[in-house]
């Protein structure tokens, strides 16, 4: 019967065609992404000749570009400080890396290869179709998880490249007015959310036709060993998430709690030891970091869609073009993308302070609307008008394809919906930071309730959204329904990661606007820009988390699958599961707390250090000495490097941990007990110190009536107001943003390594004592 419904229902589209459209979307967007830069290295930021001399620096053998050469030469200068800050940290980080990769990797292929005890005969299962030997799994998990870390560090490098690049010429061109700064900071975070999701998409497609050379038509085997591609993805963003966060936020409090509240001098001053470790921060902490962690998002859910799809009758009568959807999904986002880049950056970008957000808003929107009708399409002609297989419970159950792309199209509007609210919590131009700005009138103690508050309370609606899109797909087309609405929820990435990088790039901006004494008009405009920045990073951090949800649940039901878990035995009353809900929803506290009381540790060496530096080096405060910014970055890296290990070893060996130990059903109760307190936690702490951020610089602005009667820069209001963003530092770049991570990992984890759990510890090592 399953046969005849097959051969009566194909795809529509042919044989070749993901072997055309993907490859050609993902070079189209590389492209793309390095046109856009060109647009941007022609903001001239030297003209002179250069020469390197007998120290091997390199110098300039004549004057600057025509101007303010002085100022100009100032921000080549620091921008030249800011870039070989990041790259040495990310050089030494991935050093450390590298290490981990080449150890971790062992483990996976002795692990996976001793299932069947290194066997390296091809097994024919009762149905007479030939799988590939444990020896194969184990070897393709390894060069998958390889490829994927690297791949990984690769996005995280050329992000940071590009925001180093873009920083000073961004503030060059605030001279000029507000749309070329906007138009220059945009150009450069599409630049990385283009080479970013078109290079992870490429280098996926590659390794399945490669693995697909050796396995053959073994498809449940080739996605398998596929899914070592995310568990490389998300390791290395845990580590750049974590090391880059406590770097950047280490110096960020350590400038502030100094500078701006015991010496009352501006952020960015150049006479802040801690000034130019707090701008390489931004780069290293939220462009690499939240680079990695997309691309973990994206290598996970396409990975989950794929090894769900391969066991359902899409696999079974190897249709390539259906197995192919989630790809082909991520492929057409690419493209809407593109297209809609256009709009910011050339037909309508952002000419006054009023519109900037509204720019950056439209950019979702219009992507989100244009994505909608490409989606069904695909749907209609990529799948087969019915399917099975897709429900566990009830094999012969039909999946038909207009349901896939409901599946993808909440997904997608899911998203928008989480980032407009994240904007409304996040955003100064709204009530709620509003009113965290007015409780700094009577103290940082008010200022931080309030903040609490709102955090608390901007959860809800995500969570909502979230439920909703778990119980539409799922009731739709079960765990390949949610691993597809995760995947419409990243189908914009390339655009939401241009505006989430559009925001440290202002940052950087307007810090060298600062130290390179561009003016007071200059700084108001970069303030500005990066104001909106905060709040298109809280948008990106809110996608980064509800897609992790929907992924880290997709991945939780295949590991169910693959564990031979069946429904029956997944009883939330039974002991091991439930003792595994109560551990699992402790762990993001638990890592929280881990992230946080490092950022402190590292804040606390450098208030010490510029303490020392104000209070020893004459002539810092009056400007006639110059700090020493390269022991502050010397704190931060080491700080930073060595407070990583401890949250990251947490999250990589609870899985192992409990998997040989309690065995794999307690496992499943760690997965969901984590994904459940983990998501609102990372949503409420993105949102506590994004709205804190954005309640200081509503104060600083001046812009409102109401603003202004808060007293504005060195009042007593502002002085709590740095607190309150202070405090909210660590949870809105270290803490909250890794907590997405967590769940994705540990669950991408317990798949790669459930075919060991299930043959050798299914029961665990000691429960078996108890049965």
Same mark, same amino acid.
């Given at each position: 019967?399953?046969?005849?419904?097959?051969?009566?229902?194909?795809?529509?589209?042919?044989?070749?065609?993901?072997?055309?459209?993907?490859?050609? $979307?993902?070079?189209?967007?590389?492209?793309?992404?390095?046109?856009?830069?060109?647009?941007?290295?022609?903001?001239?930021?030297?003209?002179?000749?250069?020469?390197?001399?007998?120290? %091997?620096?390199?110098?300039?053998?004549?004057?600057?570009?025509? %101007?303010?050469?002085?100022?100009?030469?100032?921000?080549?200068?620091?921008?030249?400080?800011?870039?070989? @800050?990041?790259?040495?940290?990310? *050089?030494?980080?991935? #050093?450390?890396?590298?290490?981990?990769?080449?150890?971790?990797?062992?483990?996976?292929?002795?692990?996976?290869?001793?299932?069947?005890?290194?066997?390296?005969?091809?097994?024919?299962?009762?149905?007479?179709?030939?799988?590939?030997?444990?020896?194969?799994?184990?070897?393709?998990?390894?060069?998958?998880?390889?490829?994927?870390?690297?791949?990984?560090?690769?996005?995280?490098?050329?992000?940071?490249?590009?925001?180093?690049?873009?920083?000073?010429?961004?503030?060059?061109?605030?001279?000029?007015?507000?749309?070329?700064?906007?138009?220059?900071?945009?150009?450069?975070?599409?630049?990385?959310?283009?080479?970013?999701?078109?290079?992870?998409? *490429?280098?996926?497609?590659?390794?399945?036709?490669?693995?697909?050379?050796?396995?053959?038509?073994?498809?449940?085997?080739?996605?398998?060993?596929?899914?070592?591609? @995310?568990?490389?993805?998300? $390791?290395?963003?845990?580590?750049?998430?974590?090391?880059?966060?406590?770097?950047?936020?280490?110096?960020?409090?350590?400038?502030?709690?100094?500078?701006?509240?015991?010496?009352?001098?501006?952020?960015?001053?150049?006479?802040? &030891?801690?000034?130019?470790?707090?701008?390489?921060?931004?780069?290293? %902490?939220?462009?690499?970091?939240?680079?990695?962690?997309?691309?973990?998002?994206?290598?996970?859910?396409?990975?989950?869609?794929?090894?769900?799809?391969?066991?359902?009758?899409?696999?079974?009568?190897?249709?390539?073009?259906?197995?192919?959807?989630?790809?082909?999904?991520?492929?057409?986002?690419?493209?809407?993308?593109?297209?809609?880049?256009?709009? +910011?950056?050339?037909?309508?970008?952002?000419?006054?302070?009023?519109?900037?957000?509204?720019?950056?808003?439209?950019?979702?929107?219009?992507?989100?609307?244009?994505?909608?009708?490409?989606?069904?399409?695909?749907?209609?002609?990529?799948?087969?008008?019915?399917?099975?297989?897709?429900?566990?419970?009830?094999?012969?159950?039909?999946?038909?394809?207009?349901?896939?792309?409901?599946?993808?199209?909440?997904?997608?509007?899911?998203?928008?919906?989480? @980032?407009?609210?994240?904007?409304?919590?996040?955003?100064?131009?709204?009530?709620?930071?509003?009113?965290?700005?007015?409780?700094?009138?009577?103290?940082?103690?008010?200022?931080?309730?309030? %903040?609490?508050? *709102?955090?608390?309370?901007?959860?809800?609606?995500?969570?909502?959204?979230?439920?909703?899109?778990?119980?539409?797909?799922?009731?739709?087309?079960?765990?390949? @329904?949610?691993?597809?609405?995760?995947?419409?929820? *990243?189908?914009?990435?390339?655009?939401?990661?241009?505006?989430?990088?559009?925001?440290?790039?202002?940052?950087? +901006?307007?810090?060298?606007?600062?130290?390179?004494?561009?003016?007071?008009?200059?700084?108001?405009?970069?303030?500005?820009?990066?104001?909106?920045?905060?709040?298109?990073?809280?948008?990106?951090?809110?996608?980064?988390?509800?897609?992790?949800?929907?992924?880290?649940?997709?991945?939780?039901?295949?590991?169910?699958?693959?564990?031979?878990?069946?429904? #029956?035995?997944?009883?939330?009353?039974?002991?091991?599961?439930?003792?595994?809900?109560?551990?699992?929803?402790?762990?993001?506290?638990?890592?929280?707390?881990?992230?946080?009381?490092?950022?402190? #540790?590292?804040?606390?060496?450098?208030?010490?250090?510029?303490?020392?530096?104000?209070?020893?080096?004459?002539?810092?405060?009056?400007?006639?000495?110059?700090?020493?910014?390269?022991?502050?970055?010397?704190?931060?890296?080491?700080?930073?490097?060595?407070?990583?290990?401890?949250?990251?070893?947490?999250?990589?060996?609870? &899985?192992?941990?409990?998997?040989?130990?309690?065995?794999?059903?307690?496992?499943?109760?760690?997965?969901?007990?984590?994904?459940?307190?983990?998501?609102?936690?990372?949503? $409420?702490?993105?949102?506590?110190?994004?709205?804190?951020?954005?309640?200081?610089?509503?104060?600083?602005?001046?812009?409102?009536?109401?603003?202004?009667?808060?007293?504005? #820069?060195?009042?007593?209001?502002?002085?709590?107001?740095?607190?309150?963003?202070?405090?909210?530092?660590?949870?809105?770049?270290?803490?909250?943003?890794?907590?997405?991570?967590?769940?994705?990992?540990?669950?991408?984890?317990?798949?790669?390594?459930?075919?060991?759990?299930?043959?050798?510890?299914?029961?665990?090592?000691?429960?078996?004592?108890?049965?």
């Amino acid at each position: 019967m399953a046969t005849m419904l097959w051969q009566a229902h194909k795809a529509a589209l042919p044989h070749l065609f993901p072997d055309i459209f993907i490859p050609v $979307s993902a070079a189209l967007g590389i492209i793309f992404a390095l046109f856009l830069w060109w647009r941007v290295s022609t903001i001239r930021v030297r003209t002179g000749q250069r020469q390197t001399g007998e120290d %091997g620096r390199t110098f300039l053998l004549e004057e600057e570009l025509t %101007g303010e050469d002085s100022i100009v030469q100032k921000a080549a200068d620091l921008q030249e400080a800011i870039s070989e @800050g990041a790259t040495s940290f990310l *050089l030494t980080e991935y #050093k450390y890396m590298g290490i981990f990769m080449a150890g971790f990797s062992v483990f996976i292929f002795v692990l996976l290869s001793s299932q069947d005890g290194f066997a390296t005969k091809w097994r024919v299962d009762s149905e007479g179709v030939s799988h590939a030997p444990a020896l194969y799994n184990g070897a393709f998990s390894t060069i998958a998880f390889l490829i994927g870390a690297v791949t990984s560090i690769i996005s995280g490098w050329l992000g940071m490249t590009i925001a180093t690049y873009a920083n000073a010429r961004t503030a060059l061109e605030a001279r000029k007015g507000i749309a070329p700064a906007f138009m220059a900071a945009f150009r450069a975070g599409a630049v990385m959310g283009f080479l970013l999701s078109s290079l992870g998409l *490429l280098v996926l497609f590659v390794t399945i036709k490669i693995f697909g050379l050796v396995y053959g038509n073994d498809w449940e085997g080739i996605f398998e060993a596929i899914a070592g591609y @995310g568990l490389g993805g998300s $390791s290395i963003a845990l580590f750049g998430r974590v090391g880059g966060g406590i770097y950047t936020k280490a110096a960020d409090v350590g400038a502030d709690l100094v500078g701006k509240v015991e010496k009352d001098i501006p952020e960015d001053d150049p006479r802040n &030891p801690a000034v130019i470790a707090d701008n390489v921060g931004d780069n290293v %902490g939220d462009i690499a970091g939240m680079g990695a962690d997309l691309f973990g998002s994206f290598a996970e859910a396409t990975c989950a869609a794929l090894v769900i799809s391969s066991v359902s009758t899409i696999g079974e009568y190897h249709s390539y073009v259906g197995m192919s959807f989630p790809l082909l999904i991520s492929a057409a986002g690419i493209l809407v993308c593109l297209l809609t880049t256009f709009i +910011a950056t050339d037909i309508r970008p952002a000419r006054m302070v009023s519109e900037i957000e509204n720019t950056l808003k439209y950019q979702l929107i219009i992507s989100t609307l244009i994505s909608t009708p490409v989606v069904f399409v695909i749907s209609w002609y990529a799948l087969p008008t019915e399917f099975t297989g897709i429900f566990s419970a009830e094999p012969d159950r039909i999946v038909k394809n207009w349901y896939m792309f409901f599946c993808v199209a909440v997904g997608l509007w899911g998203g928008l919906i989480i @980032g407009i609210a994240t904007e409304y919590f996040t955003s100064n131009r709204y009530r709620p930071v509003q009113d965290v700005a007015d409780s700094c009138r009577t103290g940082a103690a008010t200022d931080i309730i309030f %903040g609490l508050a *709102l955090g608390y309370k901007s959860a809800i609606i995500p969570c909502f959204v979230i439920a909703v899109c778990i119980y539409v797909s799922f009731s739709l087309a079960n765990m390949y @329904g949610i691993a597809c609405a995760a995947l419409g929820m *990243l189908t914009t990435m390339s655009t939401g990661l241009a505006i989430d990088a559009y925001g440290p790039i202002c940052d950087n +901006a307007g810090g060298i606007a600062e130290m390179a004494a561009m003016g007071e008009d200059i700084r108001e405009r970069t303030d500005a820009l990066d104001a909106a920045g905060n709040t298109t990073a809280a948008i990106g951090k809110g996608y980064a988390i509800g897609s992790a949800a929907l992924v880290s649940l997709a991945l939780f039901g295949a590991y169910v699958t693959r564990a031979d878990i069946s429904v #029956k035995d997944s009883s939330i009353l039974d002991p091991e599961i439930f003792a595994g809900l109560l551990v699992g929803a402790m762990l993001p506290y638990w890592f929280s707390a881990m992230t946080m009381k490092s950022v402190g #540790k590292a804040a606390l060496a450098m208030v010490e250090e510029v303490r020392r530096q104000f209070n020893t080096i004459p002539g810092i405060m009056e400007g006639t000495a110059r700090p020493d910014y390269r022991l502050c970055v010397e704190i931060s890296t080491q700080a930073s490097l060595g407070e990583m290990i401890a949250p990251g070893a947490l999250v990589m060996l609870t &899985p192992l941990v409990v998997g040989i130990l309690f065995g794999t059903r307690t496992l499943s109760g760690i997965l969901a007990g984590a994904l459940v307190s983990g998501v609102q936690m990372a949503v $409420s702490m993105s949102n506590t110190g994004g709205a804190w951020d954005n309640a200081k610089k509503y104060v600083e602005a001046q812009a409102t009536e109401h603003a202004r009667s808060l007293g504005g #820069k060195g009042s007593d209001a502002h002085k709590a107001a740095v607190i309150g963003d202070t405090v909210g530092d660590p949870l809105k770049d270290t803490s909250g943003p890794s907590l997405n991570i967590l769940i994705k990992l540990m669950a991408v984890e317990s798949l790669v390594f459930a075919p060991f759990f299930q043959a050798h510890t299914p029961n665990g090592l000691i429960f078996q004592f108890f049965h």
